[in-house]
C-alpha cells in the first residue's frame, strides 16, 4: 500500500536530526510511536552505486501513490516570520497531506512532480518539518535560534522532490565519498513565472549538481516547469547552456557562496565541478526514491 496519509495509523521511524524526543513520521501521520535511541539498529555505511551501476530507463520504477491527485490547498498557522510559522497542506476535501510522502514523485511521461518552498525572488529559507506530522513548511532556524533566510533573492523555485530521501548512511563513491544530506532531493527550477510556497508543478528533468556541503552530498536537480514557454526547447545540459545561457554556472556559484555570510566555508561540487547530464539525474532520482520508498512507503 503507499502512503496515502489515510484511514490508518502509521508507524514513527527516527531520522539523526529527530532524536531526543522528536519523531518523523512514516506517511502522513495521524498517530506516532515513540522509539528511544537505544532501540534504533547500527548501521553500517555503504557505497551508493550510481555511475557504477547505470540503470536504463527501461528499468527504473517509481512508486504510486494512491492519493487522487490533483490540486493541493495550503494553510497557515502562526504568524509569518516567527518560530511558530507553519504551512500545511491538504487535498480538495480538506484530508491533511505531506508535501514530502503523500506527493506522488512520478508525474507520469516521465515527468515529476516538485513542490515549491522557496519561491523565485524571495529570500525565507522555507524547509519540510521532516520531524513533524504532516512534515508541513517552516523558516529554518540557525543554531543560535533565530530564522534564517538567504543573504539575497532566490534566483529560482526551489524546493524538493516528494518522496525521495537523500541517506546520510550512504557514502557516494561517484562524490568523494560523500554521505547523504538526510533530506528530501533539492530542486531548482528554472521558467520564467514565480511560483508560490507549497505549489506543486509538473517539471522535467535537465541536469543535476553534486553539492558538497560540509561533507554532505547535497543534489541539485535542475527542472523546468512543462508549462514554462521554453520547456520544448530543452532537455539536456547543452539545451539549457544555449536557451538560458550563464544559468547552470550561476546556480553553482549562488549554492557556493550563500552560506559564507553566516560564517561557513563556500560549499564545493563533485563531477569534477560539472553539472551532471538528464540520464544522470534520472539514476540519481531512481536511487533516492527507492530509499525512501524502503524506509517510509507504508
Not at 76 to 104: K, Q
Amino acid at each position: 500500500m503507499a502512503v496515502t496519509g489515510a484511514m490508518v495509523t502509521r508507524c514513527a521511524f527516527l531520522l539523526p536530526q529527530c532524536m531526543g524526543g522528536s519523531t518523523v513520521v512514516r506517511g502522513s501521520g495521524r498517530q506516532t510511536m515513540a522509539f528511544s535511541s537505544s532501540s534504533i539498529p547500527t548501521l553500517s555505511l555503504r557505497a551508493a552505486p550510481l555511475r557504477h551501476s547505470f540503470m536504463p530507463s527501461s528499468t527504473r520504477n517509481f512508486h504510486s501513490c494512491r492519493v487522487v491527485f490533483s490540486k493541493c490547498v495550503t494553510r497557515e498557522e502562526g504568524e509569518i516570520d516567527s518560530a511558530t510559522y507553519r504551512v500545511f497542506l491538504s487535498d480538495e476535501t480538506g484530508r491533511p497531506m505531506s508535501p514530502w510522502h503523500d506527493i506522488p514523485l512520478d508525474a507520469g511521461d516521465g515527468r515529476f512532480n516538485f513542490v515549491v518552498k522557496v519561491p523565485k525572488d524571495t529570500r525565507r529559507k522555507m524547509e519540510v518539518a521532516t520531524c513533524e506530522p504532516f512534515t508541513p513548511f517552516r523558516q529554518d532556524i540557525n543554531e543560535n535560534g533565530d530564522l534564517r533566510s538567504f543573504p539575497h533573492n532566490m534566483n529560482w523555485n526551489y524546493g524538493l522532490l516528494p518522496q525521495t530521501w537523500e541517506d546520510p548512511q550512504v557514502l557516494n563513491r561517484d562524490v568523494e565519498n560523500a554521505r547523504g544530506d538526510n533530506d528530501p532531493v533539492d530542486v531548482v527550477e528554472i521558467g520564467e513565472r514565480q511560483a508560490k510556497l507549497g505549489e506543486v508543478l509538473k517539471v522535467k528533468v535537465l541536469a543535476v549538481w553534486a553539492m558538497i556541503d560540509e561533507g554532505d552530498l547535497d543534489w541539485k536537480v535542475v527542472v523546468i516547469s512543462v508549462d514554462d514557454p521554453k520547456a520544448h526547447l530543452v532537455n539536456n545540459v547543452a539545451d539549457v547552456e544555449e536557451h538560458f545561457p550563464g544559468t547552470l554556472t550561476a546556480i553553482r556559484d549562488w549554492f557556493r557562496d550563500y552560506q559564507i555570510p553566516d560564517g561557513k566555508p563556500a560549499n564545493r561540487f563533485g563531477l569534477d565541478n560539472k553539472p551532471a547530464e538528464k540520464d544522470y539525474a534520472l539514476t540519481v532520482i531512481s536511487e533516492t526514491h527507492a530509499v525512501w520508498a524502503k524506509y517510509f512507503k507504508w
